[in-house]
């Protein structure tokens, strides 16, 4: 038996409405979960872009800067 042959003689609401939020109050909070490990993923990769690019940026300003005085 295919879920479409299930869902066939169901009303709209059911479909559209009944069966999302039966989802979500079950695997709500795997839902959020997933979610909130992505968003610190995501979190955590930013961070560890500006970082970079500080560090990056401070090493450069250094060395021109170290470079071009000879009394170093």
Do not use: N, Y
Not at 35 to 56: A, E, Q, R, S, T
């Amino acid at each position: 038996m295919a879920v479409r042959e299930i869902f066939a003689g169901m009303p709209w609401w059911v479909k559209w409405i009944a069966v999302p939020v039966i989802a979500i109050v079950v695997f709500g909070g795997l839902i959020a979960s997933v979610v909130g490990f992505v968003i610190g993923l995501l979190f955590k990769v930013l961070v560890f872009v500006i970082l970079v690019g500080g560090l990056v940026f401070v090493v450069r300003k250094f060395m021109s800067s170290s470079s071009s005085r000879s009394d170093w």
